[in-house]
Structure formats: structure tokens, C-alpha cells
Nanobody, 117 residues
Framework: QVQLVESGGGLVQPGGSLRLSCAASGIMFSLFRMAWYRQAPGSQREMVAD???????TYVDTVKGRFTISRDNAKNTVYLEMNSVNYEDTAVYYC???????????WGKGALVTVSS
């Protein structure tokens, strides 16, 4: 059974930092592209960052220079380091795993991040 379990969400002040983690089980983690998506209230889900099998990251423009995605294949875990957060970063953040075939993909249940003073 495949599971992606996010952790680390919560309340953070503007300008603060937070680190999200996603622990994967039931998949050959090193063979999956991993990504973080987010969905703000009333908005569509958007990809925030992804990291390929070789560890190369890509980011949406709105988080470049502030967020860092990384993966630890030994721990089957992907991280999202969030710095200098702002109100627009408030959203449910979802972990996503993409296999070799586009039909093989999995989602976590999400972690809520609320930016508020």
C-alpha cells in the first residue's frame, strides 16, 4: 500500500520559516519524481516545486529564492524548506510522487500552512 504522509505544517508569521516533510512508503522512492503542490482557498492546485531522480529542482516563479525542495532517498523523504513566507503562501500543501509512467502517480492527504500575524 502506497502512502505519502506530509508533516510540518502549521501557523507561521509573515517572514518566517517552515519545513514540510513527506515520508513515502510502498514505492521505490528513488525511481519517482517528487513534487510539492499547493491549493489555496478558492484557487486551483498548483505545482510549487519538483525534484527529479537526479535531485534537480524546479520551482514556480513565486517561490524561487524562498523555497527549497530536497530529497533523501535513504529516508524515502522529500522536504520543502519555506523561507520568507508571505500571506499568499497560505494553502494546503500536497506531496506528489510521479513514476516512470504518467499513469503511476500518488498524492498525500495534504498539510495546512497558514501564514498569519
Amino acid at each position: 500500500q502506497v502512502q505519502l504522509v506530509e508533516s510540518g505544517g502549521g501557523l507561521v508569521q509573515p517572514g518566517g520559516s517552515l519545513r514540510l516533510s513527506c515520508a513515502a512508503s510502498g514505492i521505490m522512492f528513488s525511481l519517482f519524481r517528487m513534487a510539492w503542490y499547493r491549493q489555496a482557498p478558492g484557487s486551483q492546485r498548483e505545482m510549487v516545486a519538483d525534484i527529479d531522480l537526479g535531485g534537480r529542482p524546479t520551482y514556480v516563479d513565486t517561490v524561487k529564492g524562498r523555497f527549497t525542495i530536497s530529497r533523501d532517498n535513504a529516508k524515502n523523504t522529500v522536504y520543502l524548506e519555506m523561507n520568507s513566507v508571505n500571506y499568499e503562501d497560505t494553502a494546503v500543501y500536497y506531496c506528489y510522487a510521479q513514476g516512470m509512467s504518467s499513469s503511476i502517480n500518488y498524492w498525500g492527504k495534504g498539510a495546512l500552512v497558514t501564514v498569519s500575524s
